[in-house]
């Protein structure tokens, strides 16, 4: 899962965006008990989401034509500069150049060889979310992706990731961790698009800790989200769902299994 020592290539932010931030901000409350904190101008207006005064998550509102609600991870780089070179002679593309925000960071954001936005975060004095492993708080990442083995050669290149196969029922799934990292450092896993015949488009899932998926689940469509897959167990991992906030940005929900029926 992840962890909060930010190693190269691994996630550190993670926000969304929706034309109305105040149309969702109570679906997240509900949700995961975030309360949404305003940004200011010096920032662009771009807001937060914070658990009991730590940041879970960013969000930022966006005009209707400039792009559709979703989430977006952010992977750590020591140089932001060096990476969009990287991402394109892998075949990638930029989405918007490299900028400094302020003394908390520089960033990027970037598109990957199957189109699939992700942005890139260069430290300064802010380092990565504060809420990680934890309820509300971020702890798995996958990709859906039209080709596994084209997309781990694309993030292979860029930041060195590590690829490990875990054998399951009917197949099995790519998971990857930094390059200085190990199995303990896995944090997300790459899946074949086409394993879902739900998902029409490739695109980075966040995947949020809560304490009862079910309930989760119901939360959810209380408060106007929507179920695209409703909840299932896996021995070993949890039980989770996809679901998607009333905008219609996708992400999961997952209750983890305790921690000695984990990796079984």
Same mark, same amino acid.
């Given at each position: 899962?992840?962890?909060?020592?930010?190693?190269?290539?691994?996630? !550190?932010?993670?926000?969304?965006?929706?034309?109305? #931030?105040g149309?969702? &901000?109570?679906?997240? /409350?509900?949700?995961? +008990?975030?309360?949404?904190?305003?940004?200011?101008?010096?920032?662009? $207006?771009?807001?937060?989401?914070? #658990?009991?005064?730590?940041? %879970?998550?960013?969000?930022?509102?966006? &005009?209707?034509? =400039?792009?559709?609600?979703?989430?977006?991870?952010?992977?750590?780089?020591?140089?932001?500069?060096?990476?969009?070179?990287? !991402? =394109?002679q892998?075949?990638?593309?930029?989405?918007?150049?490299?900028?400094?925000?302020?003394?908390?960071? /520089?960033?990027?954001?970037?598109v990957?060889?199957?189109?699939v936005?992700?942005?890139?975060w260069?430290?300064?004095?802010?380092?990565?979310?504060? !809420?990680?492993?934890?309820?509300?708080?971020?702890?798995?990442?996958?990709?859906?992706?039209?080709?596994?083995?084209?997309?781990?050669?694309?993030? +292979?290149?860029?930041? $060195?990731?590590?690829?490990?196969?875990?054998?399951?029922?009917?197949? &099995?799934?790519?998971?990857?961790?930094?390059?200085? +990292?190990?199995?303990?450092?896995?944090?997300? +896993?790459i899946?074949? #698009?086409? &394993?879902?015949?739900?998902?029409?488009?490739?695109?980075?899932l966040?995947?949020?800790?809560?304490?009862?998926?079910?309930?989760?689940?119901? /939360?959810?469509?209380?408060?106007?989200?929507?179920? /695209?897959?409703?909840?299932?167990?896996? =021995?070993?991992?949890?039980?989770?769902?996809?679901?998607?906030?009333p905008?219609? %940005?996708?992400?999961?929900?997952?209750?983890?299994?305790?921690?000695?029926?984990?990796?079984r």
């Amino acid at each position: 899962m992840l962890n909060n020592r930010f190693m190269t290539g691994a996630p !550190v932010w993670v926000d969304m965006c929706a034309p109305d #931030l105040g149309s969702v &901000s109570g679906f997240y /409350r509900e949700l995961f +008990g975030w309360e949404l904190q305003q940004g200011a101008a010096d920032v662009g $207006g771009y807001s937060q989401y914070q #658990l009991s005064g730590r940041t %879970a998550a960013g969000a930022m509102a966006i &005009s209707g034509d =400039e792009a559709a609600p979703a989430w977006t991870l952010y992977f750590r780089t020591p140089d932001v500069d060096a990476t969009v070179k990287a !991402v =394109e002679q892998a075949g990638g593309s930029t989405l918007f150049e490299a900028v400094d925000i302020l003394d908390l960071g /520089r960033m990027a954001g970037l598109v990957d060889a199957a189109g699939v936005p992700f942005s890139v975060w260069q430290q300064g004095e802010l380092k990565g979310l504060d !809420v990680l492993n934890e309820p509300g708080g971020l702890l798995w990442t996958e990709l859906y992706t039209p080709d596994v083995a084209a997309a781990t050669a694309f993030y +292979g290149a860029v930041f $060195g990731w590590q690829t490990t196969e875990a054998a399951f029922p009917g197949g &099995s799934y790519t998971m990857v961790h930094p390059a200085d +990292g190990s199995a303990d450092d896995m944090f997300g +896993g790459i899946v074949p #698009l086409a &394993s879902d015949p739900s998902e029409t488009g490739a695109y980075w899932l966040p995947y949020f800790q809560v304490d009862d998926c079910d309930a989760a689940v119901a /939360r959810a469509r209380e408060g106007g989200g929507a179920v /695209r897959m409703e909840p299932v167990s896996m =021995e070993g991992v949890g039980r989770f769902a996809k679901l998607a906030d009333p905008a219609g %940005a996708k992400f999961a929900v997952l209750q983890p299994s305790p921690p000695g029926e984990q990796g079984r």
